[in-house]
């Protein structure tokens, strides 16, 4: 890797960086600060969230301290069991936060072990067809743009189903859900190669939502979820590719080692990330708008402090996307004119070894945020005195936390 340095950028240049990381916010997800784990157990935190305003209020400190993320996504059944509710709105509000993207539950349900949408059973269709309609009244009540889909359908052994059948299954109901939408509404079709299905998943890879968005309408796009591919796969041509063709419709950031491990973002493979940030900058630059979709966080933190994680997390989005935008794209331009692959190669190692320290004191003076979010928070005391009220609300609830458990 090329040695850190100062960035060299003209005055304008730097200013257009400061404008553009202005515009940039990310959406973080209410399931990122409740208690989560893994199939082998959870390992209960004092400060986690027991319920959606905890979610919301976690989710608004973490907009305080970073000035980047105003939008909360949601799963229907978890944040909404009743349905839309006009008062987690306003308290969103009270927050500093609103509701982003809404995420059905088609997965969890004792009806779905054979799966919702791509079932045998018509009536587990329907089923699952009615509960993604139910999601649309909670984003139009809550003013959400983005109803974002992930399947958990798929076979564990050969021969377990028609896999062409199950496709037609599928593509029946995301039309239907599609013509529920209104007009102002996206729908992302997630994809993940594997589990809980361990022979195949129906929603397997980009080109298969691709096929699926298609196939539903022209509000359908592609949400890519970075831990959500094999292990090699080039996540960034992916990402060039929905993008010429107008078919990405969103991101679900995270980090991987092995599987879908739901790490933070960049701490396995900071510089993968760059790569796919300088795909969205490259068609940035060339059409002069901002590819305007919904930049999610997807994780989950089994094991760090959740409001920590997630500002670390977004902090780190921040980081990256900023020096995506420090490539030098025409010196790039001028090397692969001359096919000198390593000065290509190069422009793109300095930005991402470039020293951002002053520009990222600009931004975050500009959203009147700490210099350094994450040591600020830590300092704050807010999550000694969430642990202390949340400890205290779950014994007068009866919640007990603790002890194992395959979840
Ligand atoms: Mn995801």
Not at 175 to 185: G, L, N, Q
Not at 351 to 362: K, M
Request: aromatic share 10%.
């Amino acid at each position: 890797m090329a040695a850190s340095r100062k960035v060299r950028l003209s005055s304008r240049r730097e200013n257009e960086i400061v404008r553009r990381m202005l515009r940039f916010k990310v959406e973080i997800p209410s399931w990122g600060f409740a208690d989560t784990g893994t199939r082998f157990g959870k390992f209960y935190q004092d400060a986690a969230a027991i319920d959606l305003s905890d979610k919301l209020a976690d989710a608004g400190v973490v907009h305080k301290f970073t000035g980047m993320t105003p939008a909360v996504a949601v799963h229907a059944l978890w944040d909404f069991p009743n349905g839309f509710d006009a008062g987690v709105v306003k308290l969103a509000k009270k927050h500093g936060v609103r509701i982003g993207a809404v995420n059905p539950t088609v997965f969890e349900d004792q009806c779905y072990k054979f799966g919702s949408i791509c079932n045998r059973d018509p009536a587990v269709r329907r089923h699952a067809v009615k509960h993604m309609l139910d999601s649309i009244a909670i984003a139009k009540g809550a003013g959400s743009k983005s109803l974002s889909l992930w399947f958990g359908d798929g076979a564990n052994y050969p021969g377990q189903g028609d896999i062409r059948q199950r496709k037609r299954w599928a593509t029946a109901a995301l039309r239907k859900v599609h013509a529920a939408m209104p007009a102002s509404m996206t729908m992302l079709v997630e994809y993940k190669p594997f589990e809980p299905a361990s022979y195949f998943s129906d929603f397997f890879d980009w080109g298969s939502s691709y096929i699926f968005a298609k196939a539903a309408g022209p509000r359908a796009k592609v949400l890519v979820d970075t831990g959500h591919h094999l292990p090699g796969c080039n996540i960034e041509q992916i990402v060039a590719w929905l993008i010429d063709e107008r078919m990405l419709g969103g991101f679900h950031f995270n980090d991987r080692k092995y599987a879908d491990d739901d790490l933070t973002l960049g701490s396995i493979d900071p510089y993968q990330i760059f790569r796919i940030f300088n795909e969205i900058v490259a068609w940035e630059h060339e059409t002069g708008k901002d590819l305007n979709i919904p930049y999610m966080i997807d994780q989950a933190h089994n094991i760090k402090p959740k409001v920590q994680a997630m500002i670390q997390t977004v902090c780190r989005v921040q980081e990256i996307f900023c020096k995506a935008l420090c490539v030098d794209r025409a010196a790039l331009a001028a090397a692969q004119a001359k096919e000198d692959t390593v000065a290509a190669e190069e422009v793109l190692q300095s930005a991402f070894a470039a020293d951002i320290t002053d520009i990222l004191r600009q931004i975050r003076k500009r959203l009147s945020v700490p210099s350094d979010p994450l040591s600020a928070f830590r300092k704050s005391g807010y999550e000694a005195a969430a642990a202390k009220d949340r400890q205290k609300r779950r014994k007068e609830m009866g919640i007990v936390s603790g002890g194992g458990g395959y979840a």
